[in-house]
């Protein structure tokens, strides 16, 4: 069997054409890593054996996945079904021996999530954000649908509906985009929530065929999405090396810090992470892939090329960095990133190189995870930082 390619389908549709302009920065690699060098003349393209090696990855990332899943299905935090979610869409997109029986007790628990709603999530009293409503939502119901069982589409058409409903529209910078948790009844979006909202109901869209007729459709203000989007890409106001990226949200500087342009304004800082999200929300929202939002995005992201850290970040978010990062360049179709100190890259092959040398392999089961000493957004989370890589490869792996 085939593995499917993640994102493929509702990308084709999405993004025609596309291209890179030229940009400046370097590619940092460790000085004891085990480099895989292409050698088959074509970039964006992995040589069989570096292939070969990215599917062992998956497969030992699989095998410890498989061994930390519960009896009840889920994996991790049981109040956040996203964490089952995100390890359950690495077996969908992959290949292992249990597949079938993980998938469905994996899916069996993010059924228990499903609330009256629509929403699929779990409430959280006194926690900030909630149950992560929209978050656990998304991503969820993304899991769901790519499984190809039409039994979810009645569930699926109703978390559409909760996420569309989610859209903030107040009267201020955050009209546009997602919050953690619409029920909390405060003005709050960001970029990582419109990110994951957007892919989630571009992924899903074809879900939308089987709603009975008469029946509005759900989707989002796309033209609202670009608005928020616009608010949260520095300009050339911010300088030349802020000008292009993307910041978390709109009032917030405790991600990236903050900064004072010429003109005594105090801006944000853009990041890696961010701005690849920022890049995929463009594209989501229809943004064509030549507009000069976009161009400036990838511009942003070539002239601070590195995975050694998160760009702005250190090691923080890292993997998320690494699994945004390549959904973003594979979804603006570039095999090479035009970098000045090392002329044209094959990210791919620097992205397969980084995550086989980071992947802890156990010497007793030959069983692979990925983990992050910096613990900020989750990301001591071994089963989260582990799903993410197994994404990164599969997708890099499977084109």
């Known amino acids: 069997m085939i593995p499917c390619r993640l994102m493929t389908v509702p990308l084709a ?40 090696e990215a599917h062992q990855a998956i497969n030992r990332g699989l095998d410890w996945l498989a061994e930390q899943q519960k009896e009840n299905g889920a994996w991790s935090d049981e109040n956040f079904p996203a964490l089952t979610a ?17 998938v469905e007790r994996a899916v069996a628990f993010i059924l228990s999530c499903v609330r009256r709603d629509g929403g699929i999530y779990r409430e959280v009293p006194n926690r900030k954000g909630g149950g992560l409503s929209n978050y656990n939502t998304s991503i969820c119901m993304t899991a769901l649908h790519r499984t190809g069982d039409r039994k979810h589409i009645p569930i699926v058409l109703a978390a ?7 859209q903030y529209f107040g009267d201020d910078v ?44 759900a989707d989002l203000d796309w033209d609202a999405a670009q608005r928020f989007l616009r608010r949260v890409q520095n300009t050339a106001a911010a300088g030349a090396d802020e000008t292009g990226g993307f910041i978390y949200n709109p009032t917030d500087a405790t991600k990236g ?6 003109a005594g304004v105090v ?19 229809d943004v064509k892939p030549n507009d000069p939002r976009v161009r400036s995005a990838v511009d942003w992201a070539a002239r601070h090329w ?13 993997y998320f960095f690494y699994s945004i990062l390549t ?31 980071l992947q802890t392999i156990e010497n007793k089961t030959g069983h692979g995870y990925w983990k992050n000493e910096n613990g900020r957004f989750m990301e001591k989370n071994e089963i989260l930082v582990t799903a993410y890589s197994i994404l990164a490869l599969e997708m890099i792996a499977h084109e």
């Not at 979006?189 to 008469?214: I, K, Q, V």
């Open 13 to 52: 549709l999405l993004l025609a054409g596309g291209g890179i302009s030229g940009s400046n920065a370097a590619s940092v690699t460790s000085p004891d890593a085990r480099v895989l060098t292409s050698r088959t003349g074509t970039p964006g393209m992995l040589p069989p054996s570096v292939r070969n």
């Open 86 to 102: 995100l390890s359950l869409w690495c077996f969908i997109e992959g290949e292992h021996p249990q597949k079938k029986e993980i």
């Open 160 to 166: 559409r509906r909760f996420v569309a409903r989610s």
């Open 174 to 217: 955050y009209e546009g985009g997602m919050g953690y948790d619409a029920s909390t009844k405060r003005a709050y979006t960001d970029l990582l929530n419109t990110y994951y909202a957007a892919e989630a109901m571009r992924l899903t869209a074809s879900a939308e065929d089987a709603r009975p007729a008469g029946t509005k459709p």
């Open 257 to 262: 810090g903050q900064m004072t342009n010429e």
């Open 267 to 285: 801006l944000f800082r853009s990041y890696g992470s961010m701005t690849y999200a920022g890049l995929m929300g463009l594209l989501y929202a």
């Open 306 to 318: 590195t995975l050694e850290e998160n760009p702005g970040m250190g090691q923080q978010g890292l």
């Open 327 to 357: 959904k973003a360049l594979s979804a603006y179709r570039v095999p090479q990133l035009d970098t000045a100190s090392d002329g044209a890259i094959d990210w791919r092959l620097k992205v397969v190189n980084k995550l086989l040398n």
